[in-house]
Structure formats: C-alpha cells, structure tokens
C-alpha cells in the first residue's frame, strides 16, 4: 500500500516530465548551420538590364556566404572538388589547358546532384598559371539556387586564332526569357604573351558561326589585315539583331565593329543586320503602320496583315551600346566585376520588314503587338 509521503512524490515526479514535455514542445525549432535565405540574398547574378542605356552592375558577394561557410553543419558541407581538363588548344605554336574545378551541387538545391564550376584557371605546357577566377559555392538553400558552368574552344580567323571562353550562370528559379544570358572571353597572343582581349562579355543571346559540340569556333571572315569579324545574335526585345564585334589580332582587343558605333554624341541609330525568323504568333487579321525610312514620319502607311502573310525581318535601327569590360580580371568577390557587354535599349528601336511584298519601318509597340512580335515576360 502506498504511504503519503510515497504518494506526494509520484506526483511532483510527473508534474516535472509534464512540465519538461511542454517546454520541448514549444520550444522555436532550429537547424544548426544552417543560413537563412536571406544570407543568400547577393549571391552573383550580374543581368543586362532590358532597357537600360548601361550595363546594370552585379552586387558583389557579402561576408554572409563566407560565414555561413565557416559554421555549416556536416549536412551542408561542400562536397569534395574535382578537376575537368579541357584541351589542350594549339595557339601560336604552344598548348594551352584550360582547368575547371567542381563541386556538386548541395542536397537541398533546385540543381542537387549537377555540379557547379568553382574555379577556372588557363594554364601553359609547363602548367604555369595564366589566368584564373573564382565563383561563389552555395551551401543548401531550398529557396533559391546557382550553378556556374564554364566551356572553352578554339577561336579560328583569317589573321589569327585565339581561345575562346564562355561561362553561364543557371540561376533557378528564374523568369522565362525568350533569349538566356551568357558571357564571351577571348584570349589570344599578343608579342608572345598570353592575355584577355577584353573582360567577359555579357550577351542576352548567342555566338553566331560556332560549333559548341567540337569546341570550334569561327569567325565571320576578315575586317583588314589583322582583324576578323566575330558576330552575335543579340535579342532586341521584339526580334534578334546580328552585332558584329572586330577581333584585333595584333593589339589583342575587342571593339565594335561598324563605325557609328564608335561616334559620340550621333543621333541617328545605326542600322544592323536581322537575324531571320518564323516563329510569328499569328492572329487574324489586322493592320500595321509602315513608314517609308527609319526616321519619323508624319503620314504612315497602314498595311493590311493577314493570318498567312508572308513576313520577313530585313533590318533594324538601334542604339546598340557596347562596354569593353576590364581585361586585367576581377577585383573583388564577384567573379564578373569586370565585364563588358553588348545592350540594346528599347526605345529609338526600329524594324524593317516586308509584308506581302511590301517594305517599310515599324517602330510601335502596337505595330509589334499586331505582327505578333513577342515581348519579355
């Protein structure tokens, strides 16, 4: 039989489990080293702003990445690095390798499982290092997440050859564009030396005259003596224009290739090569305003558009601004601190066409609207 006393300690003994219980299940739950979305929040996303006269500037990587790496749990800790070497590419008469380290990509991730490139290095026969740059590793992060890729091939032209570098960022989740982002690096050699023609060149669209398969690339054919064209596709927000980017051999640099370009304070736009195309949304039918030049005019032909007309892009009009980027590398934690890059801003942006048979400039966002033109999400 149980006494009193026996009796009053039972009850103080399950009055503290209860009241232990409660505290646990109550307490705030924590994930040991793990960070927060937000520490995440400048991770590198350098972008072409749609629209804008200049190069919108990538955020630079904050102490955040770096701290959360030095207290992450096992969990989250990154994986072991591999090497992939691609090469070597003949240059002058001397090899080059291009080495790529990697890590994969943490559980948790939208890329779990794929790798991620964390850091590139360009080295000669006798291994020597003669370029290099560093990307951000991200630990797991359900919220949002980046994977870094590089690739590398021979740049073939008239007067000279070189290599060719491309790096892509796969940013998820991310709004659909009609055109992904990438940048461009060529190198080549100059009184030999090995050396960045430019910074990497951030282009919303793609090489022309390139076989990514075989890493070869080509250009355009030659400029003069010294010189080749290498030509992009650039999206111009309702169609693709072709630039062309002149590869100086002799002086190891990159500039644009058609003169106005290069002329300050000109008002007029200059007039570029479309790259042709068939994916018009069609609709029934309906009207478009042509004038007769790429300049305004006051009384604009309307042209009837059918659901079966006949479409082609000629030519465009467009304020197309190009930045070198700096060749001496990146100063800080963002590996793109130092791109270049190719914009087209949105307004003063014309499109010939022929409709039918029928030439002429179109320059509003109805006209675009009724030839079924898309537009950025």
């Known amino acids: 039989m149980m006494t009193a006393r026996n009796a009053a300690i039972a009850v103080l003994i399950l009055v503290l489990a209860e009241g232990a219980w409660w505290g646990s299940k109550n ?6 080293g793990k960070p927060s979305p937000q520490q995440f929040s400048a991770t590198l996303k350098p972008v072409l702003a ?17 701290a959360s790496a030095a207290t992450r749990s096992p969990a989250t800790t990154a994986s072991a690095e591999t090497e992939q070497r691609m090469g070597p590419f003949s240059i002058a008469g001397t090899d080059y ?6 890590q994969k990509c943490p559980p948790g991730s939208m890329q ?4 991620t490139v964390v850091a590139m290095e360009i080295r000669d026969a006798a291994g020597n290092i003669l370029y290099q740059k560093a990307f951000p ?11 870094w890729s590089v690739s590398a091939g021979v740049l073939s032209g008239t007067n000279g050859a070189g290599l060719l570098v491309s790096y892509d960022l796969d940013s998820e989740p991310s709004a659909p564009e009609p055109e992904s982002s990438g940048w461009y690096q060529v190198f080549g050699v100059v009184d030999g030396k090995f050396k960045p023609f430019s910074g990497p060149i951030l282009v919303q669209g793609s090489l022309m005259s390139s076989d990514a398969s075989n890493k070869q690339f080509k250009t355009a054919g030659p400029l003069d003596s010294h010189s080749d064209a290498l030509k992009f596709k ?15 051999w002799k002086e190891g640099k990159l500039s644009p290739a058609q003169a106005c370009d290069k002329a300050a304070g000109s008002s007029s736009p200059c007039r570029y090569v479309v790259a042709p195309e068939d994916d018009r949304r069609a609709g029934e039918l309906t009207f478009v ?45 963002n590996p793109m601190d130092d791109q270049g890059g190719i914009g087209v801003p949105s307004d003063n942006l014309e499109l010939m066409v ?6 002429g400039w179109m320059r509003t966002d109805e006209d675009f609207t009724a030839l079924g033109r898309p537009f950025e999400q």
């Open 289 to 333: 305003q042509l004038c007769p030049d790429a300049s305004p005019c006051d009384h604009p032909e309307r042209v009837l558009v059918k659901k079966d007309s006949k479409l082609e892009l000629l030519s465009c009009a467009a304020d197309v601004r190009w930045t070198e980027g700096r060749s001496s590398g990146p100063t800080g934690n």
């Open 112 to 115: 779990a499982g794929g790798d």
């Open 234 to 248: 650039v999206w111009a927000h309702h169609f693709r224009l072709v630039y062309p980017v002149r590869v100086d």
């Open 27 to 32: 307490r705030p739950h924590q994930t040991a």
């Open 97 to 102: 390798t291009v080495l790529l380290k990697k």
């Open 354 to 359: 022929r409709i039918d048979g029928k030439e």
């Open 137 to 147: 590793y991200q630990t797991a992060n359900t919220e949002f997440s980046d994977a």
């Open 50 to 66: 749609p629209g804008n006269a200049s190069l919108a500037s990538a955020p630079t990587a904050t102490g955040a990445i770096a």
